[in-house]
């Protein structure tokens, strides 16, 4: 099936040793062309005084002051007050309510020269949740709510529409005893959505979004798929013309532990284009988004590994926002003081910078050049300091795009860097090496290859 992705690539250079391709791709319903990787903001919340202040007090030699573009906004419907609010909200059919407390869009972001995209994730199938309302009664979406949220969704994304995506498995926690007598908790996935049944549900949205289109649709794609549904769904999308796909990483880190993955879904998607008599099976736009900030996140460390950073080399030509999960839980027997203490060790912690020239997040203190913009903004404002790194990220994957253009390889330039030398196979992994002599280090193998 023929369907205009209304996304012109007008030129695209594959590197031959990761997944790494630059692009020049337009976006027809804004006539905005983009040259090379795109990198969006996040939004959620976030007052034209951030902006404002990020541009006025950012003082980096030799990086170009932000000039944001294009935002994200993460909407995770999942406990049951959102639950509860949207379908009061879908009710009530009020689309300025919609937007201000589902969407979280404020009258600025209307105006100028900004683009909105919203990835949205529901816990559960949002046209078979049953709803506990306020009232006492249970309620599910029904058909013409959910194509007034659509309709919605596609007013406020001006530039991309993600079909929004349905969280595959449950997770559920179980109290164990181990055999020191000790109590913790398992954790099981329990599966909630069968593959027939998210397609249903993604093939009867996009084709109402597509109703109203002139804009780019990206279709979901999880990681907490099995083998055969991830094929069997990309093999779908191929059969339906989706070209556009949303990979949603679901708090995993781009590269290490989730490289496997990456490789086999991207394998995928190159086959079932090419049976699809695609020329180009890059011609797909790849979009990868929730993925973890760092491969993890030890806060007794000054640096952890960069994950988003990675994502150009394992395929992605738009980097959305990172979703870390919590790693601060609260102790019930703590004392105010050690309370305290925790909250500013969180603060700490989740305020690292970062650092392109060695692809390591580093906490402020330990951050090896001048930072962006003053220590009490990074420290003080979570929404100040996640658009810094964002914008870090973004001038970084300009420096990717043009050492590729001069060199037709990224090889070498991985190799500049400290953290993806230093940090386990994380070359390998780009770069897909399965076997390598244990005799010879990774850095001299691919030296000399």
């Not at 203190?365 to 003080?380: A, F, G, S, V």
């Amino acid at each position: 099936m023929d369907i205009d992705p209304h996304i012109t690539i007008e030129e695209s250079y594959s590197d031959k040793t990761s997944r790494y391709t630059f692009k020049k791709f337009r976006f027809d319903n804004i006539n905005k062309k983009i040259e090379g990787t795109l990198k969006t903001y996040p939004s959620k919340n976030i007052a034209y005084k951030d902006i404002k202040t990020i541009s006025d007090n950012f003082k980096s030699e030799g990086i170009p002051k932000p000039n944001i573009k294009f935002f994200e906004n993460d909407i995770y419907i999942k406990n049951p007050k959102s639950w509860n609010n949207l379908k009061y909200l879908l009710s009530l059919g009020d689309s300025k309510e919609l937007r201000t407390h589902i969407f979280n869009l404020k009258t600025w972001r209307f105006k100028g020269d900004y683009y909105n995209i919203h990835s949205i994730v529901f816990s559960e199938h949002p046209l078979k949740k049953e709803i506990h309302l306020s009232s006492g009664r249970k309620e599910k979406i029904k058909y013409i709510e959910w194509n007034y949220f659509l309709s919605v969704l596609h007013n406020v994304s001006n530039a991309i529409v993600l079909v929004p995506n349905i969280k595959v498995k449950m997770n559920i926690y179980s109290k164990k005893i181990s055999r020191k007598g000790k109590e913790y908790l398992r954790l099981k996935k329990i599966p909630q959505i069968t593959c027939d049944e998210f397609l249903s549900f993604i093939d009867y949205s996009y084709s109402y979004l597509k109703s109203h289109n002139s804009r780019a649709i990206f279709v979901p794609l999880s990681l907490e798929w099995g083998v055969t549904e991830t094929e069997k769904i990309i093999k779908h999308y191929a059969d339906k013309g989706y070209k556009n796909i949303w990979i949603n990483f679901f708090t995993k880190p781009v590269g290490f532990d989730s490289s496997g993955d990456i490789h086999f879904i991207l394998k995928i998607i190159d086959k079932h284009m090419e049976s699809h008599n695609v020329k180009d099976p890059k011609s797909t736009i790849i979009y990868f988004s929730h993925m973890r900030r760092e491969e993890t996140m030890n806060e007794k460390k000054e640096t952890s590994n960069a994950s988003d950073i990675l994502s150009p080399f394992f395929g992605a030509d738009i980097i959305g926002i990172p979703r870390d999960i919590p790693r601060f839980a609260q102790n019930d027997n703590e004392t105010p003081e050690e309370r305290k203490q925790r909250i500013i060790e969180q603060r700490i912690h989740k305020a690292r910078i970062f650092d392109a020239s060695t692809y390591y997040y580093y906490k402020l203190q330990q951050y090896p050049h001048q930072l962006p913009i003053d220590r009490d903004y990074l420290l003080n404002n979570a929404l100040i300091n996640k658009n810094i790194n964002a914008h870090l990220i973004k001038v970084e994957c300009r420096n990717i795009d043009k050492y590729f253009l001069d060199n037709s390889s990224i090889k070498n330039y991985l190799l500049e860097k400290k953290a993806i030398i230093e940090g386990k196979n994380t070359v390998a992994d780009i770069l897909g090496i399965q076997h390598i002599n244990k005799n010879n280090t990774l850095f001299n193998f691919l030296k000399s290859n």
